[in-house]
């Protein structure tokens, strides 16, 4: 047996007793989880141009699916349309969560298989339009393998949302896997988990990991699974943005955007002096992510769409219809801008990004119409009519529908939906 095939059994048998994220599928009758990568108005934005609807038909696969989020999320928006999910995993207690909970949900658009994704060119599988990848690459005994497999298994207008792990902001993590690796290293997992929440409890305020306690809560979400995931995985590697850029390239693939917390690798979030914001701004985009990367440190995870082919953005004009990102609470937020002062802003925030709503008759309209697939003009059209704006030319309105739109989609706080 090579060490490769002995560390991915490990890795194997380590996902069987110890399944990821932990879920009890009962949960499913309280909760939806919703994951950053897989709202479908966020993949159409980004990998279709915005053109794709679901009712259109669409195969997906789920590689690596773990217990189910991101499979029951996209059944969940794919209920009753003609797409087909296809959910893959090696580790067969995963994949019973994932299946128990499609059943509790009445999901029946999915197929499950058990099998390695380093397998996955032998199972005959028609090509998808999807992929998800999600926290399982870095985890294969040679990543790029795996991810030319799924590339493989695209049509040519598909794209693969994948995560894999960021070098710099799991710094600490490694450092306590070096440490139960000398601590622990042939004990069993029992023994293991049992002596590194010890160690953690021991561990000093000068211990990087101590120092850093917002970045990694794994551990404390999904008790022994996450923990296991997250210190004492046998396969775990990590990417820096050149490391990260180097490997799609040896793929043949294109990065086509960051999702989830993408203003993140944007330095001017950082940097404000005008010197130090010109001397980075000369530099390539690729450097100047590399660069926002070191100066948060706090990047731990890069999530982000990739293709065979380049993908033009989402474009916005007068047809273009707005769609709120799922983490927007919009009932709220539009009783909270309509009982701000104008001329006032108010923050609206989600995980990773956060902007200044400045509060108007423009602001105030234009959430309150968000989500009922009105498109830019009728927007504008509708706002025209209202008691701050009937003055206001209908160019102008069009220009403040459009201008908030671009500050709402930088932030993701939006998606373009376009027409066919
Ligand atoms: C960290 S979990 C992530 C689960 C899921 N993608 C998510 O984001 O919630 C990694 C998953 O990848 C699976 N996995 C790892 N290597 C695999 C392989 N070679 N073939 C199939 N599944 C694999 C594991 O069994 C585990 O369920």
């Not at 002995?6 to 939806?32: C, F, G």
């Not at 919703?34 to 038909?57: A, E, N, V």
Request: net charge neutral.
């Amino acid at each position: 047996m090579t060490d490769q095939t002995a560390e991915s059994d490990q890795l194997q048998a380590m996902y069987e007793a110890l399944p990821y994220p932990a879920r009890d599928p009962e949960d499913e009758r309280k909760r939806l989880v919703r994951t950053g990568l897989d709202f479908l108005p966020k993949i159409s934005h980004y990998c279709h141009g915005g053109r794709w609807q679901p009712d259109q038909p669409w195969r997906a696969l789920v590689a690596g699916g773990g217990t189910g989020d991101s499979l029951i999320f996209l059944a969940e928006q794919l209920r009753g349309s003609p797409a087909e999910l296809v959910y893959l995993d090696f580790s067969k207690t995963s994949l019973d969560i994932a299946r128990r909970r499609a059943e509790i949900r009445g999901l029946e658009n999915i197929s499950f298989l058990q099998a390695s994704i380093l397998e996955i060119d032998k199972l005959d599988l028609a090509p998808f339009d999807y992929i998800n990848c999600s926290g399982v690459l870095h985890h294969l005994p040679d990543p790029l393998a795996g991810l030319v497999k799924l590339k493989q298994l695209l049509t040519p207008t598909g794209a693969l949302g994948l995560m894999v792990y960021a070098r710099y902001g799991r710094t600490a993590v490694y450092q306590v896997q070096d440490l139960m690796r000398l601590l622990a290293g042939t004990a069993d997992q029992a023994t293991k988990i049992a002596l590194t929440r010890k160690m953690l409890d021991a561990l000093p305020d000068s211990n990087w990991f101590k120092r850093s306690p917002d970045l990694h809560t794994d551990h404390l979400q999904h008790g022994d699974a996450g923990l296991a995931d997250l210190f004492l995985n046998p396969i775990d590697r990590a990417y820096s943005i050149p490391e990260l850029y180097a490997w799609l390239a040896e793929a043949e693939l294109h990065l086509i955007e960051f999702a989830d917390h993408k203003l993140a690798y944007d330095p001017a979030l950082y940097v404000t002096d005008p010197t130090l914001l010109r001397a980075i701004q000369q530099k390539q985009k690729v450097e100047q992510q590399a660069i926002a990367e070191l100066i948060s440190g706090a990047i731990i995870k890069h999530t982000f769409y990739a293709a065979a082919q380049p993908r033009p953005p989402a474009r916005l004009d007068n047809q273009t219809v707005p769609v709120a990102a799922f983490e927007l609470n919009l009932p709220r937020l539009v009783q909270t801008i309509s009982q701000a002062a104008r001329g006032a802003s108010v923050p609206i925030e989600k995980p990773g990004a956060r902007i200044n709503l400045p509060v108007n008759p423009i602001s105030v309209g234009f959430f309150k119409y968000l989500d009922q697939g009105k498109t830019v003009a009728d927007l504008a059209a509708i706002l025209q009519q209202s008691p701050g704006l009937r003055a206001a030319s209908a160019a102008w309105v069009k220009d403040q529908v459009l201008a908030l739109c671009e500050l709402l989609a930088r932030a993701e706080f939006i998606y373009y939906r376009n027409g066919r």
